[in-house]
């Protein structure tokens, strides 16, 4: 069920006391939710990770880990409850890793999407992510396979356009050139 009026979000950190509330998200999400564990070593352990939560008044509406390895972001999980889906939600929290991983001397970004899932790779292409791999049976619960997204050419251009409220999709030529 997707809430009938848009709710006001902030992007913010993710802390420890968040934890509860992201692996809820999380498990209503998702058919391989990730465990505590794992959240817990993203965010307390990993020196390469950067965690995000979509905060509307405390109660938190989604949540973003992202890696940042030399020169490239890996988006490893990004997910939003499922009654506040089709709200931009997912954008923002893209666009704020990315921002704030870009001035780290990111020059590209990928990620792993099921290859059914649409409406993840409709966000990701507005971001000027392209499909260049497939990972076969990669999805252990049925066997999906996970397309391999890619955006590169991450600079100043790139932040500039996300900066100024992403007013249309990045265009993927000029992340080329």
Aim: proline share 6%; with cysteine; charged share 20%.
């Amino acid at each position: 069920m997707q809430s009938p009026t848009r709710i006001e979000t902030r992007i913010r950190p993710m802390i420890e006391t968040d934890l509860s509330q992201v692996l809820d998200i999380d498990q209503r999400s998702f058919s391989l939710p990730w465990p505590e564990n794992a959240f817990r070593f993203e965010l307390l352990e990993n020196p390469n990770s950067y965690c995000w939560v979509a905060d509307a008044d405390g109660c938190l509406v989604g949540h973003l880990v992202c890696w940042l390895i030399v020169d490239e972001i890996h988006i490893a999980t990004l997910a939003v409850d499922p009654d506040f889906r089709g709200q931009g939600i997912s954008k923002e929290l893209v666009a704020a890793g990315l921002i704030a991983l870009i001035p780290k001397d990111a020059v590209l970004a990928t990620l792993e999407v099921r290859a059914g899932n649409l409406a993840a790779q409709n966000l990701y292409r507005y971001f000027g992510f392209e499909i260049v791999g497939r990972r076969l049976r990669y999805y252990r619960d049925n066997g999906e396979d996970a397309l391999l997204m890619t955006v590169s050419g991450l600079g100043p251009a790139y932040l500039a356009w996300m900066q100024a409220g992403m007013p249309e999709p990045w265009p993927v030529k000029a992340a080329s050139s």
